[in-house]
């Protein structure tokens, strides 16, 4: 069983940044897919973009150049950095992980991006 715990949501003024974290802990593997989703109030969850283990990364059109995901190994974290943050990403974000089959979502963390 995979445990995902996300981290570093809240509120910033438009164009500002966060970092969000999500940090697995269970029966974890070198080989992963790991990515963030977000859903907005009333709409759909979306992909907003995902990483291998092997550095592979993919972002949805809207956050292309904003948006970086990465991840560090030793401590078992994925991280998502936002930035020019738009009034259009508030959302709950998700992070989702798959471990060889073994997958997890995250609680969700809140992202309000107001002035």
């Known amino acids: 069983q995979v445990q995902l715990a996300e981290s570093g949501g809240g509120l910033v003024q438009p164009a500002g940044s966060l970092r969000l974290s999500c940090a697995a802990s269970?029966?974890?593997?070198?080989?992963?897919?790991m990515a963030w989703h977000r859903q907005a109030l009333g709409k759909q969850r979306e992909l907003v973009a995902s990483i291998s283990s092997g550095g592979i990364a993919y972002y949805a059109d809207f956050v292309k150049g904003r948006f970086t995901i990465s991840t560090d190994n030793a401590k078992n974290t994925a991280y998502l950095q936002m930035n020019s943050l738009e009034v259009e990403d508030t959302a709950v974000y998700y992070c989702?992980?798959?471990?060889?089959?073994?997958?997890?979502w995250g609680q969700g963390t809140q992202v309000t991006i107001s002035s």
């Open positions: 989702y992980a798959n471990f060889q089959g073994r997958q997890s």
């Open positions: 269970g029966s974890i593997s070198s080989n992963y897919f």
